[in-house]
């Protein structure tokens, strides 16, 4: 009670959410506060920041309610993600960030690109000296040249570097800063990107929302999330665990107690806004 008028308005800068007031106030009753990013936005600064459009293995660009940009756009992913967390860091506030990469009202982050850069880079890798095919025959001549699965490795590969860099410019600034996120399961590379043994990924297990009741909880993901060393958080949501769509065959406290059995933690997502 001794903050009855925490102002409650969220600042943004780039794809960074935050609010650095809240920050403050958890900083001092020993709380660790995260700023959020949220995937659905990545299109939104395009015209901004001066993105390049994706490109799919059509030849045509990955598109909901606008155009996504090249998910490979190093110097746009450090302008929409990494600069704004630099500058957090500086405040020593902001503990980490939470990324929600759900895909929210057509907005997302684009696939393996098959772009003009990201298709260069891929020939000058492999050595391969021809001109660029043409964008609608790109996939296809991967495929006669039994190279469709080596360039999706390649891209994977270089997401996985692209995000560590960003991960280590800003653990330059703050060594601890943690990333956690949800919704991981579609994008492994941003996980491995963001992770490091001396300050884990906090993966947020999702599937608790909808999980099939009758699956024993060892019988889960959790032996290949420790295999990479991420810290294993379950969870669900206010609506789920508290009567509204029941999704195991025990009560809540026994499903927290065997959760405790295999997870680092829990993590529960409410309705409403948190007060003070």
């Not at 901004?48 to 994706?54: L, Q, V």
């Not at 030849?59 to 929409?80: A, H, M, N």
């Not at 696939?111 to 964008?135: A, M, N, W």
Request: contains cysteine; glycine residues 8%; hydrophobic residues 30%.
């Amino acid at each position: 009670h001794r903050y009855p008028d925490v102002p409650r308005a969220v600042s943004a800068e780039g794809g960074i959410h935050y609010h650095l007031e809240t920050a403050r106030l958890a900083h001092e009753q020993g709380m660790h506060y995260f700023a959020s990013a949220y995937g659905y936005n990545i299109p939104s600064f395009m015209s901004e920041f001066g993105a390049r459009p994706s490109m799919n293995n059509e030849g045509k660009p990955y598109t909901g309610r606008e155009v996504f940009p090249c998910s490979l756009d190093i110097p746009y992913y450090q302008k929409w993600f990494r600069d704004p967390l630099v500058k957090l860091a500086k405040t020593g506030w902001v503990y980490g960030v939470q990324l929600d990469w759900e895909f929210y009202a057509g907005g997302g982050e684009a696939g393996v690109c098959y772009c003009d850069d990201c298709f260069q880079i891929f020939l000058k890798e492999q050595q391969i000296d021809r001109s660029l095919p043409d964008p609608t025959s790109r996939y296809a001549w991967l495929e006669n040249q039994h190279l469709a699965q080596t360039y999706k490795l390649t891209y994977r590969r270089r997401r996985v570097e692209m995000f560590r860099q960003m991960a280590n410019d800003v653990r330059r600034v703050r060594p601890n800063f943690m990333f956690s996120g949800y919704h991981m399961y579609f994008h492994p590379e941003i996980a491995a990107g963001l992770h490091s043994e001396e300050v884990p990924f906090m993966l947020l297990d999702s599937r608790h929302y909808t999980e099939n009741q009758t699956r024993p909880w060892w019988d889960s993901y959790n032996e290949y999330d420790r295999s990479h060393g991420y810290m294993t958080i379950g969870g669900s949501w206010d609506h789920t665990m508290f009567g509204g769509q029941p999704e195991s065959h025990v009560s809540l406290p026994q499903w927290l107690y065997e959760t405790a059995m295999h997870r680092d933690g829990y993590w529960l997502w409410h309705e409403h806004e948190y007060t003070p």
